[in-house]
């Protein structure tokens, strides 16, 4: 695993070299967005089965300390700054025991607030996305509530295991992906990405692509997101995104560095290392409201697990 860090680490750095660039342009737009992923579309209730996320993009952020962390590319003319949040919820299938479920995912909850940096050389074509997250995993993100109160007031199982979830675990991780423009036409594009998450939450690194089909703005002056783009009066594409995932490390499955022997793990053994995801979806977007929604199928992320579908819906404001 440390192996895995270093690499990881060496890799970013390398293809990434810090730099400035003598035309800086802090987009000046200003975005919000509310998200919220669940399952319940899928007529399951288990696994990654709730998120609820809140984000900005504002030239406020610029002020943020936190940007000299994050890694831009080389001679980037275009950037943008940002701050978000969400809380995530994990359990295992059988919701309705309050027993420990041994051959299944264990109960975990995660809340983290992340520092964000959009950045992009237009020449290259190229994208790259810096985050630092900072939060708690465990009784502390408040995951187990939430969803025990949401269940009772939609009239659903109540989750009556949660005192057997992962227990507080300090979350500081940093994520880095770049995406590479293949093709650009106006009413199509196609962008090679690659990414990796180094710290006490996941270790891990990715490959994939994302096409898009549509009305749409140019992806690497909106750097890669829509409410960011004002070129166009309104948007209306569908995206699809298949990744490929090798997993070292994720602390809602394996724990801390540390363990509680009242509390079930998944070992590092029993982790399936490459994990398959398949994303698609449209978003929508008229001059400062949009809308995106998603679905996503995982591969199975342990040996005793299944694949796992769930959905993904966003309301942007930006102006």
């Known amino acids: 695993m440390g192996r895995l860090r270093y690499t990881i680490f060496c890799l970013v750095v390398w293809l990434v070299p810090a730099g400035t660039a003598n035309a800086q342009q802090l987009l000046p737009n200003r975005s919000y967005q509310l998200g919220w992923d669940n399952d319940v579309f899928m007529m399951t209730d288990y696994y990654y089965t709730q998120g609820l996320s809140f984000g900005t993009y504002h030239p406020f952020f610029k002020h943020n300390p936190v940007n000299l962390l994050l890694l831009k590319p080389k001679n980037y003319d275009r950037v943008a700054y940002g701050f978000s949040g969400y809380q995530k919820t994990y359990t295992p299938k059988d919701i309705k025991s309050d027993e420990i479920q041994y051959a299944d995912r264990p109960y975990a909850g995660v809340l983290v607030f992340t520092s964000h940096s959009r950045a992009a050389n237009q020449e290259k074509g190229l994208v790259i996305s810096s985050e630092l997250d900072l939060g708690v995993m465990g009784p502390a993100s408040g995951a187990g509530q939430v969803q025990y109160r949401y269940h009772d007031w939609s009239d659903n199982q ?155 819906t966003k309301l942007f404001l930006s102006f």
């Open 158 to 312: 109540l989750p009556n295991g949660w005192h057997h979830q992962q227990y507080n675990w300090p979350v500081i991780n940093y994520n880095f992906e770049a995406a590479q423009a293949v093709y650009a036409a106006s009413f199509a594009d196609v962008h090679a990405k690659a990414g990796v998450r180094v710290g006490t939450l996941h270790d891990d690194a990715s490959v994939g692509l994302l096409v898009r089909l549509g009305k749409k703005d140019d992806y690497i002056q909106s750097l890669g997101l829509s409410h960011l783009g004002h070129a166009k009066p309104w948007h209306l594409y569908f995206t699809a995104e298949p990744t490929i995932t090798v997993v070292g490390y994720n602390a809602t499955l394996m724990g801390g560095w540390h363990r509680n022997p009242k509390i079930h793990y998944v070992e590092f053994e029993e982790l399936n290392k490459a994990i398959g995801r398949f994303r698609s979806g449209f978003v929508f977007h008229y001059k400062s409201i949009g809308l995106s929604f998603d679905v996503i199928l995982q591969s199975k992320e342990f040996k005793g697990g299944t694949h796992h579908w769930y959905t993904s």
